[in-house]
């Protein structure tokens, strides 16, 4: 198996996530050097914390070096004018694999449509965040042991977050999912979403009150109200603070539920939390570090299983 790039979660099919898993669990146990003379380059537009250093912690663990920006805007020749096509170029010169976080929806698939080495989408404005829900998936299967019939509550800012609507097209590829869209209406997922799970028979439903199915879910994937992507500060927030995961709330899950959050988190999952069982949210980002190791691999040379 080897992928060329990295863009959008609709490219994964079930076999593909399967090899990619097992590799991540591989990667976990053994030391493995096969990316030593390879050069990434992490270009970000936008901030990061995860993302950024998972994939460049990823790609030194496996022997290879990193150039970055770490605020591109700023820092890179965009600041003077230069086009997102212009910066891949030049940079296609002087590294193997790109990893791009950028403000504006498609800008990966732009990049890919002129690079001669893989792009890895690390996010695009309110487009996708492929690699997140990769590692997102993952930890449902690390933590439940299955994906197949999970109950997901999907919760908080769904009209801008894009790591929900990566998950979502990737919980579409497993049979019996049912999902929980959890938000304001205002903040509702979009439809295009709703649309690809109508076409693969995947059960949802759309809700305001997170309470009322607090004790149906396996997994509660809570999300940040994502105050860049709104028009003022007043307009923000109305929603802030909307969906708050506390220890009372918490323990009415099942006993076997888990607490997932892309993070980072602001107010919308207490502190208190991070000490019960359910809680995954750290264990998941340490997850992430696996995936993105499997991906490198993967971008770079066909591993076989
Ligand atoms: N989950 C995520 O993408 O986090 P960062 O913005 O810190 O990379």
């Given at each position: 198996m080897k992928l060329k790039h990295v863009l959008e979660s609709q490219q994964f099919d079930q076999k593909l996530l399967s090899q990619i898993f097992s590799l991540a669990d591989k990667l976990e146990k053994k030391t493995d050097q096969s990316m030593k003379g390879k050069i990434m380059a992490s270009l970000f537009y936008e901030p990061s914390t995860r993302t950024r250093f998972s994939f460049e912690s990823a790609m030194l663990r496996l022997g290879g070096s990193v150039?970055?920006?770490?605020?591109?805007?700023?820092?890179?020749?965009?600041?003077?004018?230069?086009?997102?096509?212009?910066?891949?170029?030049?940079?296609?010169?002087?590294?193997?694999?790109?990893?791009?976080?950028?403000?504006?929806?498609?800008?990966?698939?732009?990049a890919a449509l002129i690079s001669k080495v893989p792009i890895i989408n690390a996010g695009d404005g309110t487009g996708q965040h492929p690699t997140q829900a990769l590692l997102d998936?993952?930890?449902?299967?690390?933590?439940?042991?299955?994906?197949?019939?999970?109950?997901?509550?999907?919760?908080?800012?769904?009209?801008?977050?894009?790591?929900?609507?990566?998950?979502?097209?990737?919980?579409?590829?497993?049979?019996?999912?049912?999902?929980?869209?959890?938000?304001?209406?205002?903040?509702?997922?979009?439809?295009?979403?709703?649309e690809h799970l109508d076409k693969h028979h995947i059960a949802y439903e759309e809700i305001e009150d997170l309470e009322s199915i607090i004790n149906k879910i396996d997994v509660l994937y809570q999300t940040r109200i994502q105050k860049e992507r709104f028009t003022s500060e007043q307009e923000y927030k109305k929603f802030k603070g909307c969906y708050q995961i506390d220890v009372k709330l918490a323990k009415r899950m099942r006993p076997n539920a888990i607490i997932m959050h892309p993070l980072p988190r602001v107010d919308e999952i207490l502190e208190e939390v991070d000490a019960l069982p359910q809680a995954a949210y750290f264990k998941q980002a340490r997850y992430g570090l696996l995936i993105r190791m499997a991906l490198l691999k993967l971008v770079s040379r066909k591993v076989t299983d």
């Open positions: 150039i970055t920006t770490e605020n591109a805007r700023e820092f890179s020749s965009a600041a003077k004018g230069e086009t997102l096509e212009d910066s891949i170029r030049v940079i296609n010169n002087y590294a193997d694999i790109i990893v791009l976080r950028h403000y504006e929806k498609g800008a990966s698939e732009r998936l993952y930890t449902i299967k690390r933590e439940l042991g299955k994906i197949v019939g999970v109950k997901i509550a999907l919760v908080g800012d769904l009209k801008h977050g894009r790591t929900i609507r990566s998950l979502a097209y990737l919980l579409g590829k497993y049979e019996k999912v049912k999902i929980y869209f959890v938000s304001p209406l205002e903040l509702k997922v979009g439809d295009d979403i709703k």
